[in-house]
């Protein structure tokens, strides 16, 4: 059974910086995107970033200039680079991982929480 595995949240005040990891346990085949998510306290869960099977990368426009995306294909991972954070970047971040047969995968996400 395939699982996803965030780790790299914690807490941390404005203006810091934090690196979230996303591994998977088993096999994922024809991954068609890997991307974070994040749910903020008392909000719906949103888009922060994406990067799909041909390297292209797209941002919500809240952290653009700020997070990076990347992956390493040969160990099917996927991070997530946070710097210059805020307040508003306090949420559970999710991994999720697509592939081309309409399946995807989710991690159980990990707590950012980011003091004033």
């Known amino acids: 059974q395939v699982q996803l595995v965030e780790s790299g949240g914690g807490l941390v005040q404005a203006g810091g910086s934090l690196r979230l990891s996303c591994g998977v346990s088993?096999?994922?085949?024809?991954?068609?995107?890997m991307e974070w998510y994040r749910q903020p306290p008392g909000k719906q869960r949103e888009l922060v970033a994406r990067?799909?099977?041909?390297?292209?990368?797209n941002y919500a426009d809240s952290v653009k200039g700020r997070f990076t995306i990347s992956r390493d294909n040969a160990k099917i991972a996927v991070y997530l680079q946070m710097n210059s954070l805020k307040p508003d970047d306090t949420a559970v971040y999710y991994c999720?991982?697509?592939?081309?047969?309409?399946?995807?995968?989710w991690g159980q996400g990990t707590q950012v929480t980011v003091s004033s």
């Open positions: 088993g096999s994922i085949f024809g991954i068609s995107a």
């Open positions: 999720h991982i697509a592939n081309w047969g309409s399946k995807d995968y």
């Open positions: 990067i799909d099977s041909g390297g292209s990368i």
